[in-house]
């Protein structure tokens, strides 16, 4: 029974639908690159370049070693294998929707040439192997086995070159200058998993052998030599090599989750990723062979992309490049030392301490090929008075790999242990920290004037002080009028004197907090202590239609006719939506007693005119005044107050 797997592009949707993606850990280089998903990779030495093919937005993504882009080659309709040309000047892509192949000069990364491969044929996956451009195209079992002639004087285009084997997608092909007239076959999206070696010397092929091995393969990558071939696949099953002479298997190169990629250095050191979403490993390196202990690295928590080729070695095999994630996460890794042990360090602080008493910090440091005992660790503790960092000298790891030192903090705050190991011939370096919370004494801070209020406009100075503190003497003064149109505004900054004490001037024409702000030390906590002084509006009152004044009882009297009303017109601080109170007492039985109030809106101008109207009664002392009270009278960005009183009497 034969078993075929969905299309790419609908299998990678389904997996990724709704997979959450997270930024990566680590890695030696590591950038964004604007690829959906990475189909094939080709680094390009000649021109220290890699390229990505990006089937998802038809484009080619160039990027220097450092992983930056350095260009881009759109319009390529579903582009998805490369292949790179034996002197690195031309690049082949394989074009499915647009039924061609193309030739991209690495150098300026424009199209050269074209090679349409017929209406309907859909190529996808290529191998150049002794001067002719290999390609399997087709949809499942509609696919074949094609070629380019490049040593001919007009290249030609021959379809239809399977030899009997009946593809059940375009196959995946693999060439090495190091096996010529051979060509590699792999029949990957199929339960029984066919290879098939094809002798290509001819420049017919012919079946030379082939076998199932249970496929599903994710991908696949020759030895230098060209005599083997690593898959990677299928399902959970390790990487495993075979011999292409018979297809018999080699070794296997175990890994503990499903192999996505895998890619050969010249030297025959293994690389592969696997899918790995956790903090497990994503990268393995197989620096002593498949017996040996594998380099794991975990270059990203995202997933690792399948389906496509997503791991290459640089071809002087130094360094490896990886990607990981999809869409707006896809990254670019540079593993500059891939064949050294990435080892794990951990630090643990306390996450409290004292300042100057002891507290222990431990760790561990733990890599494929244990550190031994001895080993030496730099520590650094930087705090509020070394923020540059301070050596604490040399630590050395124990037995286990775990390690462990004390320190009396002399800073209070924030305080971080860093603890490096250098690395050696067969290690990579790492550094690791963790951060103690150390207490700090309370410095004594107040500020003065709170709860008093003053007339508008008054400039009163508020006097901050500070008590005994370590190195620190500066303060803030700011001061934050009541209203949401008023900002608040540092006033004062400034070294206090030789009593603690700074001083700054606040203009009051609102209610005001004051805060006097002391940032710390790193013996001294910050504080910060506020204090709330009210500022009255200005306010008065006028008094017109009178036919007379007259000082008595006291007082000055406005003497209005009976039949005469009386203008009062208030004169108060505006502000928006602001009423002022008008108030009238009547002298009877010995005391002034209330007879009316009412609220009036002001004016934009803060004016506000009222008639009193009405029977007017005779003999009357009477008197009148404008009031503002906070909150009732609309806002509250000032205090209440009362202005003065003016008398009138009404006669006959």
């Known amino acids: 029974m034969r078993i075929r797997t969905l299309p790419a592009a609908a299998a990678l949707a389904a997996m990724i639908g709704s997979m959450a993606l997270a930024a990566p850990s680590y890695a030696d280089t590591d950038r964004s690159i604007p690829v959906w998903n990475v189909d094939d990779t080709v680094v390009d030495g000649l021109h220290q370049q890699v390229f990505l093919s990006d089937s998802y937005k038809n484009q080619i993504v160039v990027t220097d070693y450092a992983g930056q882009v350095v260009g881009t080659v759109s319009g390529l309709g579903q582009v998805r294998d490369l292949e790179l040309s034996p002197d690195g000047g031309t690049l082949y892509a394989a074009v499915q929707e647009a039924d061609k192949i193309v030739a991209i000069d690495t150098g300026t990364l424009r199209q050269t040439a074209e090679y349409p491969t017929g209406a309907g044929t859909a190529p996808s996956r290529l191998a150049l192997a002794d001067g002719r451009l290999w390609f399997g195209y087709g949809d499942q079992w509609d696919s074949g086995l094609g070629v380019v002639d490049l040593t001919a004087g007009t290249p030609a285009v021959t379809l239809g070159l399977d030899d009997g084997h009946d593809f059940s997608s375009p196959p995946r092909l693999y060439a090495a200058p190091g096996n010529p007239g051979t060509l590699l076959a792999l029949d990957a999206n199929i339960s029984s998993g066919p290879i098939v070696v094809y002798d290509i010397s001819s420049g017919t092929p012919k079946i030379r052998v082939s076998a199932e091995k249970g496929g599903f393969y994710a991908d ?4 230098p030599d060209g005599q083997d071939v690593v898959v990677a696949g299928p399902g959970t099953r390790a990487l495993t090599e075979y011999r292409l002479s018979d297809l018999s298997e080699v070794r296997t190169y175990p890994v503990p989750d499903s192999p996505r990629a895998v890619s050969i250095a010249p030297d025959g050191t293994v690389a592969a990723t696997v899918a790995d979403t956790g903090s497990d490993g994503d990268t393995y390196v197989f620096t002593g062979g498949a017996d040996g202990t594998p380099s794991v690295r975990d270059l990203s928590p995202a997933f690792t992309p399948g389906g496509g080729h997503s791991i290459s070695w640089t071809p002087d095999g130094g360094a490896l490049f990886a990607q990981t ?39 561990k440091l733990t890599a494929g090929v244990a550190l031994p005992a001895g080993t030496p660790l730099k520590v650094t503790r930087t705090d509020l008075d070394s923020p540059n960092g301070k050596s604490l000298g040399t630590r050395t790891l124990g037995t286990g790999g775990t390690f462990s030192f004390t320190d009396a903090p002399p800073a209070g705050s924030k305080v971080t242990y860093t603890v490096t190991y250098a690395g050696d011939a067969t290690h990579t370096s790492a550094t690791a920290s963790d951060s103690v919370q150390v207490s700090r004494a309370t410095p004594s801070l107040s500020v003065d004037n709170n709860g008093k209020v003053y007339a508008y406009g008054k400039d009163v100075r508020f006097t901050a002080h500070l008590g005994s503190t370590y190195k620190n003497r500066t303060v803030e003064i700011w001061a934050d009028p009541y209203g949401a149109d008023k900002p608040n505004k540092l006033v004062k900054s400034g070294t206090v004197d030789s009593h603690g004490n700074l001083s700054a001037v606040v203009d009051m024409k609102r209610d005001t907090k004051v805060t006097a702000k002391f940032a710390g030390d790193s013996h001294y906590q910050p504080r910060s202590v506020s204090s709330t002084a009210g500022a009255e509006v200005r306010v008065s009152t006028s008094v017109s239609g009178h036919y007379k004044t007259k000082y008595t009882s006291g007082h000055t009297y406005y003497y209005f006719h009976k039949s005469k009303d009386p203008l009062f017109t208030t004169d108060m601080t505006y502000y928006r939506g602001r009423k002022q109170r008008l108030e009238i007492d009547v002298y009877a039985d010995g005391r002034w007693q209330r007879v009316g109030a009412q609220y009036f809106a002001l004016g934009t101008d803060g004016v506000s005119r009222v008639h009193l109207t009405g029977t007017h009664s005779t003999g009357w002392r009477t008197r009148v005044r404008s009031s503002y009270y906070n909150f009732s009278s609309g806002d509250n960005v000032n205090s209440t107050t009362h202005g003065a009183w003016k008398y009138y009497i009404f006669t006959s």
């Open 325 to 363: 994630g999809y869409d707006t996460s896809t990254r670019l890794h540079r593993v500059d030392e891939p064949r050294k042990y990435a080892p794990v360090l951990t630090v643990n602080a306390p996450s409290t301490g004292t300042r100057t008493k002891t507290l222990t910090v431990t760790g």
């Open 220 to 223: 696949a990558a020759l030895t």
